[in-house]
C-alpha cells in the first residue's frame, strides 16, 4: 500500500492531519516501522525517566557530582553507549540469504574450506566454508578454482545426495545453507537465524548475534547501577516525602522485574555462544531435519567452548561463516560418553 492509498483511505475518514504527516515522513505510513518507532522512542523516554527523577529528587547525587564528577560521567556515558548499541543493534543487517547470495555470485570470491580427516582431534572436525570477498579482484573476470557459486557452494554445506528442494525456500526461492531459516516478520532468509528480536524491529542472525549479546551486556550493567543508585536514595530520604518515595519504589520494582528478564536473557545467549546454538535450533530442536535424532546433549554445530567464543567475537562480523552439516561419523564422536582423559585434555574446550 503506498502513501497516496493510505492517504485516500485517511480522506475517506476525514482526517487529513494524518495524511499530511504521513506525506511529511513517509516512514510513518508502514505500521510496521511506525511501532518499531514508536518502541524506540519509548525506550529513549524510558531511560531518559529513570535517570532524570535521580537527578530531579536525589540532592546527594548532585552535590557527589560536584565533587566526583567522574561518577556521574560514567554512569551517563553507560546510558548513552546503552542507547547507541541499541540503535546500531537495530539497523544492523542480521546477514540476508540474498545479500550472501549476490556477493558470492557478483563478486570474485576467496574460500576457504576447513575440511575433515579422520586423524583430527574431535573438537576441529566440524568443517565450515569461510567465504572472504577479495574486493582487489572486484569488477574484473575471474575464473577457475577461486571462482564458485552460491548454488556450489551451498551444495558443498549439504551431505551428498540431499535434495536440493528440501533446502530451497519456498518464499524468497533461494537455496539456503543450513542453519538458514526465512523470517516471516522481515520476509527475508536470515542466515543462522537466531530470532526475530520484537524490541530491536530486526532480525537476530549470523551478523548481529554478537551486537545483540553487547546490548544485553550493557543494559543488564546499566540496570544494576540505576538500581544501586535507586536504593542509596531509599536508604537516605526515606520517609521525608512519601509521594517521592512512591515513585522511586514503583521504578525499582519495574526495574527489578526488567533486571530479572535480561540477566536470564543474557545467561541463555551466553550459553547458546558457548554451545554454538541458536534460540531457533534450540526451541524448535525436533521440528528441524538436520537436527532429528541427533542426541539432545550433543551440540553439532560447536567446535568446542574457546573456538566458539572466538568465532562468535571475531569472525562472524567480518564475513560469512557458512558451516555445514556434520557427518554422522562426526557426531558419534560428539555422542561419545566422555572419560577421564577427555576432562583432562579439556575435550569440551
Ligand atoms: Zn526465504
Ligand atoms: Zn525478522
Not at 545453507?177 to 516471516?184: F, L, M
Not at 536508604?235 to 518515595?245: N, Q, V
Not at 560469512?320 to 576432562?343: A, F
Amino acid at each position: 500500500m503506498t502513501i497516496v492509498d493510505i492517504c485516500h483511505s485517511l480522506r475517506a475518514t476525514r482526517d487529513p492531519a494524518m495524511c499530511r504527516c504521513f506525506q511529511m515522513f513517509p516512514c510513518l505510513a508502514d505500521p510496521a516501522r511506525r511501532s518499531s518507532l514508536f518502541l524506540k522512542l519509548a525506550l529513549v523516554a524510558t531511560h531518559l525517566t529513570y535517570a532524570g527523577i535521580l537527578f530531579l529528587f536525589d540532592e546527594d547525587l548532585i552535590e557527589n557530582t560536584k565533587k566526583e564528577p567522574w561518577y556521574t560521567t560514567m554512569y551517563l556515558l553507560l546510558i548513552v553507549v546503552t542507547l547507541i548499541q541499541y540503535f546500531v543493534t537495530s539497523i544492523s543487517s542480521p546477514g540476508y540469504v540474498l545479500d550472501a547470495m549476490r556477493t558470492v555470485n557478483e563478486t570474485n570470491i576467496v574460500y576457504r574450506k576447513t575440511s575433515t580427516t579422520s586423524n583430527q582431534p574431535a573438537s576441529s572436525k566440524n568443517g565450515s566454508l569461510i567465504v572472504t570477498v577479495d574486493r582487489s579482484q572486484t569488477g574484473r573476470n575471474f575464473s577457475g578454482s577461486n571462482s564458485v557459486s552460491w548454488l556450489k557452494l551451498v551444495t558443498d554445506l549439504y551431505p551428498p545426495g540431499t535434495p536440493i528442494r528440501t533446502w530451497t525456500c519456498s518464499h524468497c526461492n533461494v537455496e539456503q545453507p543450513p542453519r538458514a531459516k526465512h523470517c516471516h516478520d522481515c520476509d527475508k532468509c536470515v542466515l543462522q537465524f537466531d530470532h526475530h528480536c520484537v524490541w530491536l524491529g530486526n532480525c537476530i542472525g549470523l551478523g548481529n548475534h554478537c551486537r545483540f549479546w553487547w546490548y544485553l551486556c550493557e543494559e543488564t550493567a546499566l540496570c544494576i547501577w540505576t538500581g544501586i543508585l535507586y536504593i542509596s536514595y531509599l536508604k537516605a530520604y526515606i520517609t521525608r516525602l512519601w509521594w517521592k518515595d512512591a515513585i522511586v519504589i514503583l521504578l525499582l520494582i519495574i526495574l527489578s522485574i526488567s533486571l530479572i528478564f535480561l540477566l536470564l536473557l543474557l545467561l541463555f545467549h551466553s550459553y547458546l555462544i558457548l554451545t554454538n546454538q541458536t534460540t531457533y535450533e534450540l526451541v524448535r530442536r525436533r521440528r528441524i531435519p538436520y537436527l532429528r535424532g541427533i542426541p539432545e546433549r550433543v551440540y553439532p554445530f560447536s567446535k568446542g567452548a574457546c573456538r566458539n567464543v572466538y568465532n562468535f567475537c571475531c569472525v562472524r562480523s567480518s564475513v560469512h561463516s557458512l558451516e555445514r552439516l556434520p557427518t554422522r561419523q562426526e557426531i558419534e564422536e560428539k555422542s561419545r560418553p566422555y572419560t577421564c582423559l577427555d576432562v583432562i585434555t579439556c575435550r569440551c574446550c
